[in-house]
C-alpha cells in the first residue's frame, strides 16, 4: 500500500541562494508524516495530547538531488521502512511534476514512554496501522 | 468576491507551551497568501523569478483570540484590505472549524523596482488583479 | 535602564528574493526577548516550565525600513513600552551598524493562569522585573 | 585544530511534545556552521553575494540522543570530516554543559558553479581554509 500527498515549496522554505534551504526538506517531509499518520488514525494531535507513548525522531537524514524552487509542487511518497521492537522508520520521496526525485527523507523514530522517559516497545495499535505500509 | 483556503497547525507551528507559536501565524497567512495570488493569476515563482518589480512586507501585524493546537485545521479567509499608489494591504482571518475567529494578520507591501531598489507604482496588471477582491 | 542585545541574520531567515523574509523579523525579536528575561532574572525555561503563568503573545506588528540580508548583525534594544493589570507590551529597535533603524518589532503578552487557562493578574514579581526597563 | 561556539535552544526550536523539535537540530548546526565559516575568513555572506561558487548541501543526517529544552545552552564541535575533489563534509557535536553528546549533525556540500549550474572543483582558497580543520 502506498501512501502519498502533496506539498509545496513556499517563499519561507528557501534562501538568499534562491532554493530551497536544505532544513526546509525535513518541514516538507514533516507535513507530509502528518498527512500519513491522519490517513493511518493515527493523527498527531491524539499522539502529542493523548496516549501514554511519544515518537521521538532520533535519526533524520536527507538527499538533495535537485535545486527546488518557490513554488514547486511536489508529491512525497510515504512508506515505513522498517518497524522494529521500539522503533519505526519512514521513509520520504519527493519527486517533481515530472517524475523526478528531487530528494529523499529518512526519520527514525524511538517509542517513548511520557510517564517514565524512557524506551518502551511500539503499542501494538500503531504496529497494526504501520504494517500494511511496510516497504523495504 | 472572497477568498480561502485551508490551512493546518503543524508540529514545528508549536512550541513548549503546548500551543502555536506566535511567530508560526504569520506562516499560515503566508501560505494563504501565496495561495491566493496563485489564484489571481499572480504566482509567487514568477514574482521571485521575473518581473521588474517586487512587493515585501513593509508592516504586518497579528492578533491572537485562540490557542491553537497541532492539528487544527483553519479556514483562512484572504481579501485586499487597501490599494495605494505605491502598496497594498492584505488582510487575514484564520477561522475555526465552528467559524470562530482564532487570529486576524494584516500585511502591507510595497511595490519596489528590482534594477534601482527604490519604491515604484504598483504595476497596472496587479492593481486590475487585486480590484476585485478589496473589502474593507 | 536600556537593555540591548546582538542578533544575526542568518541564511535561513532570508528567502529567494534575497533578503529577510518578514517572518523571520518575529524570530529575531524573540531571540532578544529571551535574552531579556534571562537579564531580568525570568529566565523562559522557568516559565515555561515552572510557574502558574504564562505570558502568550496576543497581539504582534513590526515595521520593516531597510532590506536586511545575510551576515547582517544588528543590536537590538529592547524596551517595555505598557505595563497592565493583566498584560505587558515590549518594544524592540533593530539597529544596524551605523546606527540605523532596520526595523522594529512590538509584542503584547496576556498573563494567562496556567490550571485554568483564563486571564489572570500580572504576578508581583513580573511586574517588579519589568518595572525599571518601562520607557514610553 | 578545534572550533566550537555557543549555541541556544530558543522557544521556536521547541514543540508542542515540550521538547527540541527535530528539523530545528539543523537549524542550530547552521547558525555553527555560519559562524565556523566567518572563523575560516570565508562569511556566507560573501559567499551568496560574491564569487562564483556555492556550497549547497547534497546529503545532511542528524542524531538525537536526549531531549532538549527551551534555554538549554550548547556548545558545537564543527570539524570538517572529509575534503573531496567537488565537495567537503562538516560535522557538528552539540554538547551539554556537563559535556554529554546530545546530538549530532553531518551536513555534505558540493561545489556548484553558479554560472553554469554545474558541480565544479572546490577552490583552492576553500580547500586552503577547511585543511588544517580536517579531523576524522
Known amino acids: 500500500m502506498a501512501f502519498s500527498c502533496s506539498v509545496t515549496v513556499r517563499l519561507y522554505d528557501t534562501d538568499a541562494a534562491g532554493f530551497l534551504f536544505f532544513g526546509s526538506q525535513f518541514r516538507l517531509a514533516h507535513e507530509a508524516l502528518e498527512d500519513f499518520l491522519d490517513h493511518l488514525g493515527l493523527p498527531i494531535a491524539g499522539i502529542i495530547r493523548g496516549g501514554g ?3 521521538p525522531v532520533v535519526h533524520a537524514e536527507a538527499d538533495y538531488r535537485a ?3 518557490v513554488g514547486d509542487r511536489l508529491s512525497v511518497q510515504v512508506a515505513v ?3 522494529g521492537e521500539r522503533s519505526f522508520t519512514i521513509g520520504y520521496r519527493l519527486l517533481l511534476a515530472d517524475g523526478r526525485e528531487a530528494g529523499s527523507v529518512v526519520t527514525v523514530h524511538s517509542a517513548l514512554d511520557k510517564a ?3 524506551s518502551c516497545p511500539l ?3 500503531v504496529r ?3 504494517g500494511p505500509h511496510l516497504s523495504v
Open 67 to 69: 535545486p527546488l524552487a
Open 53 to 55: 507513548t511519544l515518537y
Open 128 to 130: 497494526a496501522a504501520l
Open 116 to 118: 517514565s522517559g524512557s
Open 81 to 83: 521502512r522498517a518497524i
Open 123 to 125: 503499542p501494538g495499535s
